[in-house]
C-alpha cells in the first residue's frame, strides 16, 4: 500500500495459502514476461504457462528463470501433462519437468477421459516428486457434472496428495462451474464449499464478474485462477474494496 487507509482487509504475505492469484501466461514473449513481472510479481502467486504452449514458448528456460527468480511459482497447463498421457509417454512427462528443474504440475482430465482411480495414482506418483495442483471439471459445454461427484473427486484428489484443486471454468469462464452466460452455478458452488475447505480450491475466474462474485462469497482471500496478466493489478483492487464492485463490502456499515 502506498498510503495507509483503514478498513482495507489484510493479505496474507507470500507464499500464501490463501488469496491467490493464478495467472494464465498464453505465449507472453520473453520482454513481455520481464515487463509483467515488473508490475505484478508481488500480486502474483502462481503462473500457468497456458495448455500445451510450454511446448512451442521461444527461450522457454529463460522465461521460466524470470518467473522462478521472481518468486513465482511457475509450472505447465494441464493440457500438456493430458498430451503426454494419451500418446502413453507419462515417462517422458516427468523427464520434461525435470528437465526444467519444475516444481509444480498440474493434472488434469478435461480433453481426454482418464479412470479417476487412474489420475489420482498420477497425482500420487507426482506428489512424490513436486506440488501437485490437479483440475477438476470437464472443458466441454454442456457436460454437467453432479454437485456430489465434483466433491467426490476434489476429496480424493487432495488425499491421493494434491496440494490445491481447480474447479475448471477455463480461459473463457463459460464451462464448468460457469454456466454458458458465464455467471455462477450458485447451487454447485455451495455445495462443494459445505464439504471442501475454500483454502484448498483455486476457482478459476476469467471474468470481472465472476471474481466479484467469489470475493463477495468468500472474501478477499479466496483462491482465484485464469487471471489474464493485464488484470492483476485490478483484481487486487477488487479483492481490497479499491474497486466500485467491491468498494462497499469491508466499509462500517453505518
Not at 498510503?3 to 504475505?13: C, E, K, Q, Y
Not at 512424490?128 to 467426490?152: C, D, F, L, Q, Y
Request: one cysteine or more.
Amino acid at each position: 500500500m502506498n498510503f495507509p487507509l483503514p478498513h482495507i482487509p489484510a493479505r496474507p504475505s507470500k507464499p500464501r495459502e490463501s488469496g491467490i492469484t493464478m495467472v494464465m501466461d498464453k505465449g507472453m514473449s520473453l520482454p513481455e514476461a520481464e515487463a509483467f513481472i515488473a508490475g505484478n510479481a508481488e500480486y502474483t502467486d502462481l503462473l500457468k504457462l497456458g495448455f500445451g504452449s510450454a511446448l512451442v514458448t521461444r527461450d522457454l528456460e529463460k522465461k521460466l528463470d524470470v518467473y522462478k527468480k521472481a518468486g513465482l511459482s511457475v509450472y505447465f497447463g494441464g493440457t500438456l501433462f493430458e498430451a503426454f498421457v494419451i500418446r502413453k509417454r507419462f515417462d517422458d512427462y516427468l523427464r520434461y519437468i525435470e528437465k526444467y528443474e519444475m516444481k509444480y504440475a498440474e493434472v488434469s482430465d478435461g480433453s481426454i477421459i482418464i479412470p479417476h482411480a487412474e489420475k489420482c495414482k498420477y497425482i500420487k506418483e507426482l506428489s512424490a516428486r513436486v506440488t501437485v495442483i490437479s483440475e477438476v471439471g470437464s472443458k466441454e459445454e454442456g457436460i454437467i457434472i453432479h454437485p456430489n461427484k465434483w466433491i467426490e473427486m476434489m476429496q480424493k484428489e487432495l488425499d491421493a496428495g494434491a496440494w490445491k484443486v481447480i474447479a475448471e471454468a477455463r480461459e473463457s469462464g463459460k464451462v464448468g462451474i460457469y454456466r454458458p452466460s458465464g455467471k455462477a452455478h450458485v447451487v454447485l458452488i455451495n455445495r462443494i464449499l459445505a464439504k471442501i475447505p475454500s483454502q484448498n480450491i483455486i476457482w478459476e475466474a476469467p471474468q470481472k464478474s465472476q471474481q466479484t462474485y467469489f470475493i463477495k462469497l468468500i472474501g478477499a482471500n479466496v483462491n482465484l485462477g485464469n487471471i489474464p496478466p493485464s488484470e492483476v493489478i485490478a483484481l487486487e483492487t477488487l479483492r481490497l474494496g479499491l474497486r466500485s464492485d467491491t468498494f462497499f463490502q469491508y466499509l462500517p456499515k453505518k
